[in-house]
């Protein structure tokens, strides 16, 4: 069973930066795609960013240029650097990992999710 752990959430201004991490109990990452999700309250859980084990990444448009997702295949984390933050931003962020080399956007399709850590962004 995989586990993943995130860190690195907080409070941050509008227009700061913060770097989550999800770490992976084991090592997965040469078969697999790590991907991050994030749930504003009241709204339903969107699909933010992926990496697959090659490098490949996939962002959806409202982050793009300002979020960067990367991985260390020797540490087995997925790192998520976010620039230029805004209100908007403001959610529960969490990691997810599936099998397989198709870049996914819905939640049914990741088995394995960590807990999720609290991103705020002030105006």
């Known amino acids: 069973q995989v586990q993943l752990v995130e860190s690195g959430g907080g409070l941050v201004q509008a227009g700061g930066s913060l770097r989550l991490s999800c770490a992976a109990s084991?090592?997965?990452?040469?078969?697999?795609?790590m991907a991050w999700f994030r749930q504003a309250p009241g709204k339903e859980r969107e699909f933010v960013a992926a990496i697959r084990w090659s490098g490949n990444t996939y962002y959806t448009d409202s982050v793009k240029d300002r979020f960067t997702i990367s991985r260390d295949s020797a540490k087995n984390t997925v790192y998520l650097q976010m620039n230029s933050l805004k209100p908007e931003d403001t959610a529960v962020y969490s990691c997810?990992?599936?099998?397989?080399?198709?870049?996914?956007?819905?939640?049914?399709?990741?088995?394995?999710w960590g807990q999720g850590t609290q991103v705020t962004v002030s105006s």
């Open positions: 997810a990992l599936r099998q397989g080399l198709i870049f996914a956007l819905n939640t049914q399709q990741y088995p394995y």
């Open positions: 084991e090592r997965t990452f040469n078969t697999a795609i």
